[in-house]
């Protein structure tokens, strides 16, 4: 184990070290190998050290390097050296985060980083919250939660008769409500499509002038941050007509939340706290490894209450046992990298981080603007939507960048416009791999006019 382990730690070194001078996309010689993972399963045993070396030689060259400095793609972290150092060791312990009683270290790390989480993203203090894989998980469990508190009002209870003959539930969604939310109300069988869907403004924030009229038992669905604009939806004012109406309001805050733990962008964040659940993900902006997400529900009753079970061996009675509030039961103790995240960061680490990228992305939209190039939104966090003309030339553009391999982005439409997305989301990004890659950028817009 001994050596095994060192070698490990090697590889990964090397790996990490040897980042910054690959491309971020890998070449078709550098996916060559991949298929000498597969082959018949061998009967006989492998010895670790081998199946390591196998891995590492093969599929090592064939990563995406985003853990790298220059990602750009879809809104995706790194993992900052606490988390990876605390991720192998969690890995070491192994332990079943299920019941306090599996695992008292972790039930206590978890109480500890929820209690923190609360504080910097300025949640109420009482709401309950869990560690799930991702925000699309944390949707599901802060909608479950909803499901089950707008229905319990009109007198039905959703955990022990279904949906079935109970109320209908009333979802209401801005027109660019993130795909995963829908997915999580398909599998509540609330329905994918059964939403009423509200217009939005040309940063695509859901217009609460167009709320519809609310009554009976309903759930509003808010965003904060959208996965191209980086823009807000309008929290107070949705808030305040949800509330007056007995409605529930669940904030979709994947990466946008973070806001609120950087006081020069919290103003962005502003009346999302008076919502009622929220998910977000901690392996985009607090960069820890995958996968990682947290749901709150500012009722923890409702989000136990949706999602606990007991059974005689499991003997719970912690005050806080975990599984009562997650989807999964066993899962893996993926609290320890967000609490890794949050204590070698502190507040002021975590601030720094999120205005640093956005003022990365502001300094992407000044070049690149100044360039030529379209910037088709309001960059006020992290995300920058960059068109170069029409959908054929935007391809091509993208095609030379992913060639040349000094960044990576990626394609989108926004408002019927073909354009390519520019997520500012890294720890590990410095303001030279902004200029790097600018350059980079603008030398294969170039190059395709030259074309
Ligand atoms: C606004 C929003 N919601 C939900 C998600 C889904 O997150 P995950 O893939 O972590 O489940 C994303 C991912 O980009 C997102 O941007």
Known sequence: MHRLLDDASRRAQRYLNELDARPVFPSEVMRARLHELGGPLPEEPTPPG???????????????????????????????????????????????????????????????????????????????????????????????????????????????????????????????????????????????????????????????????????????????????????????????????????????????????????????????????????????????????????VRDAVALRGALSISAPYLQQGAPREPGDFTPESSRRARAVEVWAALRSLGSRGLAELIERNCRQAQRFAARLSAAGAAILNDVVLNQLVVSFGDEARNRAVLARITADGTCWCGPTVWRGRAAMRISVSSWATTDADVERSIDAILASAEGCDAT
């Open 50 to 296: 081998d199946v390591l070396a196998l891995l590492d030689e093969v599929a090592s060259p064939a990563t995406v390097a985003s853990a790298g400095r220059r990602y750009y793609g879809f809104v995706t972290g790194g993992a900052l050296p606490a988390t990876v150092a605390a991720s192998w060791l969690a890995t070491a312990w192994d332990q079943n985060c299920f019941t306090a009683m599996m695992s008292p270290a972790v039930a206590a790390i978890e109480q500890v980083t929820l209690g923190w989480l609360l504080e910097v993203l300025g949640l109420p203090r009482e709401a309950g919250g869990a560690f799930v894989t991702g925000a699309t998980m944390a949707n599901l469990a802060g909608l479950a939660a909803a499901r089950r508190a707008v229905l319990a009002r009109a007198g039905w209870d959703v955990d022990e008769d279904g949906l079935q003959g109970g109320p209908r539930v009333r979802v209401v969604v801005g027109a660019e409500v993130h795909s995963t939310l829908r997915k999580a109300l398909g599998i509540l069988g609330l329905g994918r499509s059964a939403v009423q869907v509200v217009p939005v403004d040309a940063q695509g924030r859901l217009r609460a002038d167009a709320l519809p009229a609310l009554d009976g038992p309903t759930i509003v669905c808010l965003q904060a941050g959208n996965v191209n604009s980086g823009a807000f939806d309008p929290a107070a004012e949705v808030c305040a007509a949800a509330h007056a109406a007995g409605a529930w309001v669940h904030v979709d805050g994947a990466f946008g939340l973070w806001a609120a733990a950087c006081p020069a962008r919290a103003h962005l964040a502003r009346g999302f706290a008076d919502a009622d659940s929220w998910a977000t993900d901690a392996h985009k902006w607090l960069n820890v490894p995958y996968d990682s997400g947290l749901v709150f």
